[in-house]
């Protein structure tokens, strides 16, 4: 899989601020480090499409993904409240409408990942479930 890295200013001061800030449906995702086992915090924005809630990597196979597929669950933090979820990979062929509606409600900011690696199996996707509930 492919991977986009992000530039310098938006790792070192978009990040941070949108995780302080939590503005435009951003939230946190934190996720135990695959090789640490320590927490790790990157902002995300979760989409909703029906009743299911899903994780989309405009950057493609970044080290959250890697970490999440490696944990299976982690936990998003909206205004200081956090949710302890379960995770499952979407299959590629089952992405296309997931990630449209990703950028539809990312906005802007991700066109340019999505001009560089166009094909839906370079972003995984996740669907989200609550600890405790079932898909």
Known sequence: ???????????????????RLGGRGVATLTV???????PR?????PVDIGEK???VSPYGESDWVRNLRAAGR??????GHAENFNASEVPPEQRE????R?????????????AQMPAPAD???FQVVRAGQTT
Do not use: E
């Open 97 to 100: 409408a997931i990630i449209a």
């Open 32 to 38: 135990t480090g695959r090789r640490t086992g320590r």
């Open 1 to 19: 899989m492919a991977y986009l890295k992000p530039p310098p200013l938006t790792r070192h001061v978009a990040n941070p601020l949108a995780m």
């Open 53 to 55: 809630h899903y994780l």
């Open 41 to 45: 915090k990157v902002p995300v924005i």
């Open 123 to 125: 972003h995984p996707v």
């Open 102 to 114: 990703y950028r539809a409600v990312a906005g802007h900011s991700v066109d340019r990942c999505f």
């Open 74 to 79: 982690g936990a998003l933090s909206r205004k």
